[in-house]
């Protein structure tokens, strides 16, 4: 199985400013990396897949890299409604896919 | 659009049987590889098992393997997640996905005596 590593676990950063998450695979997913974001008491939403490519409806300001083993998930300017969990999960090597324990972005 | 739209809460007693739902559209269901993901209350995400629905290819991951059984009905772009014997630790939000796409809204499914 295939461990997905979030750091950090909890981030806080000031509206406006930038916000890095990482993900690390524990060995090559190449790009079938995602990331979703998860307000309480909602579903997981699409920001990210192939590692690169945005989700129909997702704000430019997202934007993620990488490969292989080494992903980030960049916000460019955070607004109020970024404030979320953040998960990144690989879906190269099944069984299973898998996702990271989560970052969570709060308010500075 | 591709939705996935899920079937309702459920509220069950330990050793009964459950069948949820999750209609799929806007996008050619047979084609693509759809699966179940858990999550309990305050954690994080699982992936139970995925199905491909143009040909029933189902697998399941370790932990769920024999627990549950998933299957899809391509006709009616429907597919299913189905327990025999509910346990009060099947309690959870269960959500229905595309991998790397999109996700349903979410079947909550609570056991209790």
């Known amino acids: 199985e295939i461990v997905m590593t979030q750091s950090p676990a909890t981030l806080s950063v000031s509206p406006g400013e930038r916000a890095t998450l990482s993900c690390r695979a524990s060995?090559?997913?190449?790009?079938?990396l995602a990331w979703y974001q998860q307000k309480p008491g909602q579903a997981p939403r699409l920001l990210i897949s192939?590692?690169?490519t945005r989700a129909t409806g997702i704000p430019a300001r997202f934007s993620g890299s990488g490969s292989g083993t080494e992903f980030t998930l960049t916000i460019s300017s955070l607004q109020s409604e970024d404030f979320a969990v953040y998960y990144c999960?690989?879906?190269?090597?099944?069984?299973?896919?898998?996702f990271g324990q989560g970052t969570k972005l709060e308010i500075k | 659009e591709v939705q996935l739209v899920q079937s309702g809460a459920e509220v069950k007693k330990p050793g009964e049987s459950l069948k949820i739902s999750c209609k799929g559209s806007?996008?050619?269901?047979?084609?693509?590889?759809i699966g179940w993901v858990r999550q309990m209350p305050g954690k994080g995400l699982e992936w139970m098992g995925i199905?491909?629905?143009?040909?029933?290819?189902?697998r399941y991951s370790p932990s769920f393997q024999g627990q549950v059984t998933i299957s899809a009905d391509k006709s009616i772009s429907t597919a299913y997640l189905q327990w025999s014997s509910l346990k009060a630790s099947d309690t959870a939000m269960y959500y229905c996905?595309?991998?790397?796409?999109?996700w349903g809204q979410g079947t909550l499914v609570t056991v209790s005596s």
């Open positions: 996905a595309r991998p790397g796409g999109k």
């Open positions: 806007g996008y050619s269901f047979p084609s693509y590889w």
């Open positions: 192939g590692a690169s």
């Open positions: 999960q690989q879906y190269n090597n099944w069984p299973p896919y898998t």
């Open positions: 199905i491909y629905p143009g040909d029933s290819d189902t």
């Open positions: 060995q090559s997913v190449s790009s079938d």
